[in-house]
């Protein structure tokens, strides 16, 4: 398949305090880059996505970054609260549309 | 507004069974996928449907099928189950074409015994 499974990479941090999440792509002809968040028993949750010709966006208490050079996208999240724990996932959707390509996930651990 | 709704949640099956899993999108959403999510695999890509026709499939053995019918429910089959089969099916449902806001369902836990 596509997505690479492995060791799922964990990135715990004190509420309050801000995360980043790291996420390389592999197909540099991808359109659109989609962040998700995936709770215990859920299906995976849209948080903000970002065009290709764009290399920041701004949303609620999130931030999402592009690289094209170096085909890196990362996710910031600002004061980290409980409630932000679950595995964050990178998608990315190629010109013809209509399919995610999901990178291996991150699991963020907030301490209260 | 009611979200995308993925029916059984849980499924126990036998190898060498078929399943059929079905998913019902958000009303007025055309674009349904389906993904395969395992621990050792993570999150796969099966296959999507736009207005009832396969646009785009994943690397999956023949037994993985599909369809999308006029109302835009879909539903996906798998034949002669494998252990390995055994995962967290996920169904997206989409407005738009490009799928660059998929709304996921809860999924179907598959166990192949």
């Known amino acids: 398949g596509e997505s690479v499974g492995l060791h799922l990479p964990t990135l715990s941090v004190q509420e309050g305090d801000n995360s980043i999440i790291n996420c390389a792509y592999s197909n540099s002809a991808s359109d659109y880059f989609i962040w998700y968040k995936q709770e215990s028993g859920k299906g995976p949750q849209f948080i903000i996505d970002i065009r290709s010709n764009m290399d920041k966006r701004q949303g609620q208490r999130v931030t999402v970054l592009l690289n094209k050079t170096v085909k890196h996208l990362s996710l910031q999240i600002a004061a980290t609260q409980p409630g932000d724990s679950a595995v964050y996932f990178c998608a990315e959707i190629l010109n013809q549309g209509g399919k995610l390509i999901f990178g291996q996930g991150t699991e963020l651990s907030v301490k209260p | 507004k009611a979200g995308v709704t993925q029916t059984p949640r849980y499924l126990i099956k036998t190898r060498g069974q078929q399943v059929t899993l079905s998913c019902s999108p958000i009303s007025g959403h055309r674009s349904v996928s389906w993904y395969q999510q395992t621990p050792g695999q993570g999150l796969q890509f099966l296959f999507e449907y736009f207005s009832e026709t396969q646009r785009n499939k994943g690397n999956f053995p023949g037994r993985f099928s599909g369809r999308q019918f006029s109302n835009s429910r879909s539903e996906m089959n798998v034949s002669t189950l494998e252990l390995g089969d055994s995962a967290l099916y996920l169904c997206?449902?989409?407005?738009?074409?490009?799928?660059?806001?998929?709304?996921f369902g809860q999924g179907t836990r598959l166990t192949v015994v």
């Open positions: 997206a449902s989409s407005f738009n074409s490009m799928n660059t806001e998929a709304f």
